[in-house]
């Protein structure tokens, strides 16, 4: 079965991914969210995830936060040498969501405004602060304070993500994961095509 797995460093980023992928997924292509409790514990057992993991179709994506590390090259390189020991390194790939995930939100206000029913929230995209938010240092801690305490992590990355704008440009974290996304479907798409 032509799967795509992602192992998630916690449940907000699967609640995120329940929502987005069934608009940017072909239908005959199956996907699996694998949450861990924490990046300690993702890291830990991910190369072991990964190679007991029994479908020979499936394609891995590795996700987790930057949050305070310093270089993002690093950690991911970190975790491909995870990917690597697991003797699949092929078929995985790993994103870094600068500095969180929260920082997709606050790439787009306008489905933040929505999803919690605000006005004016939009207006603020334009601030220099949000036009790049890969750069804010607790992106979380803005989506608390921008929507008054009703952003909560799981609930609000499955109803932000039914929102989202799959074309926005603001965050290149955002940006770079779902181009991932794609462009593992596409390998999948191309091992199933016939042989000339």
Do not use: W
Request: hydrophobic share 35%.
């Amino acid at each position: 079965m032509r799967e795509l797995v992602f192992l998630l460093e916690e449940s907000s980023a699967k609640a995120l991914l329940e929502s987005v992928l069934p608009r940017i997924l072909n239908a005959e292509t199956g996907f699996r969210c694998i949450p861990f409790e924490g990046k300690q514990d993702l890291e830990r057992q991910l190369t072991r995830k990964i190679r007991a993991y029994q479908n020979r179709q499936a394609r891995f994506i590795v996700l987790r936060d930057q949050d305070s590390h310093p270089d993002c090259t690093q950690l991911k390189n970190r975790l491909l040498d995870l990917c690597h020991a697991s003797g699949k390194a092929d078929r995985c790939l790993v994103r870094i969501a600068c500095r969180e995930l929260e920082t997709f939100y606050l790439a787009d206000l306008q489905a933040v405004e929505r999803t919690f029913g605000l006005t004016g929230l939009a207006r603020h995209q334009q601030s220099r602060k949000f036009k790049a938010p890969d750069h804010l240092g607790s992106p979380s801690r803005e989506l608390k304070t921008l929507t008054g305490n009703r952003y909560e992590k799981v609930a609000g990355s499955r109803a932000i993500g039914r929102h989202l704008c799959l074309d926005n440009e603001r965050s290149p974290s955002f940006r770079n994961l779902l181009a991932a996304i794609r462009r593992m479907e596409i390998e999948l798409l191309s091992e199933d095509a016939p042989r000339a």
